[in-house]
């Protein structure tokens, strides 16, 4: 069964100041200590290929996954991550997938926001397709609210 989710959101950011923390390992250091315990970079730099393990925080539904990047478009700000260890994969998951998309807001003639859209892909066996409800919205939610709060500190 393949399900697929979204949320999109404007932050009042330049989409390149936006892109410099989601499309980077930025991200990751602005997350750790909120819903994250720790991010250890087991590969990689940043680009595709690298590869994340997190420990979430006690009460998460996981308490580790690993991650990689399997694509990093700085030209149309776009990245896409996929569970390669644990996690969601741990309950029969055989692909969950995250994308990222950075766009220049339409209504927005200054250049000062941006709009930040998150999808999650993923396709679970049909014998645990009841797991496919687990799947939500709240992770992309917190890490968006978080994120936006971090640059909008940041100046």
Not at 43 to 53: M, P, Q, S, V
Not at 74 to 85: I, T
Not at 117 to 130: G, N, P, Q
Request: proline letters at 3%; a negative charge.
């Amino acid at each position: 069964m393949f399900g697929t989710l979204s949320e999109e959101t404007e932050v009042k950011v330049p989409a390149s100041k936006a892109w410099a923390l989601y499309g980077t390992l930025e991200l990751g250091k602005a997350v750790t200590g909120k819903f994250v315990e720790a991010i250890e970079v087991v590969e990689g730099d940043g680009g595709a290929g690298t590869i994340l393990r997190f420990a979430l925080k006690p009460g998460s539904r996981f308490s580790r996954y690993s991650e990689k990047f399997t694509k990093v478009d700085d030209e149309n700000k776009v990245k896409e991550v996929e569970v390669v260890e644990g996690g969601f994969l741990d309950l029969g998951f055989t692909f969950y997938r995250s994308r990222i998309e950075i766009k220049e807001n339409p209504n927005d003639d200054t250049g000062s926001s941006c709009l930040v859209k998150f999808t999650i892909e993923y396709d679970v066996k049909e014998e645990v397709a009841a797991d496919a409800s687990l799947v939500t919205n709240k992770p992309l939610i917190g890490i968006m609210n978080i994120a936006n709060e971090y640059l909008l500190k940041s100046g």
